[in-house]
Nanobody, 126 residues
């Protein structure tokens, strides 16, 4: 079992920045990949970014590439999502997720992830 707790969401003006955190417990954090997804009202859950277990490899969606950075601190069991130049279309509930059974090329698929956090709301005003 893995428990994930997100924090750092909130209301920000367009062009602003936020940093989300996700702290994990229950399994050895450095053993598994992590991802961030988001879901806006009425839309499907959407891949944002992912990071390998060691932190050496990262993946980004086209929608956020260049504006978002994922990182992790395996000594703190925490993954971070730094978001800059936020846009109103970034408004969503953001979820972190743990992938304990990594399969190459599946990092963007929600079904690949085994555990999810409760989500944190990010609202970007225009």
């Amino acid at each position: 079992q893995v428990q994930l707790v997100e924090s750092g969401g909130g209301l920000v003006q367009a062009g602003g920045s936020l940093r989300l955190s996700c702290t994990a417990s229950g399994r050895t954090f450095s053993d598994y990949h992590m991802g961030w997804f988001r879901q806006a009202p009425g839309k499907d859950r959407e891949f944002v970014t992912a990071i390998s277990a060691s932190g050496t490899t990262t993946y980004y969606s086209r929608a956020v590439k260049g504006r978002v950075t994922i990182s992790r601190d395996n000594t703190k069991n925490t993954v971070y999502l730094q978001m800059n130049s936020l846009k109103p279309e970034d408004t969503a509930v953001y979820y972190c997720a743990a992938d304990l059974t990594y399969v190459a090329g599946t990092y963007a698929l929600p079904a690949q992830y085994d555990y999810w956090g409760q989500g944190t709301q990010v609202t970007v005003s225009s």
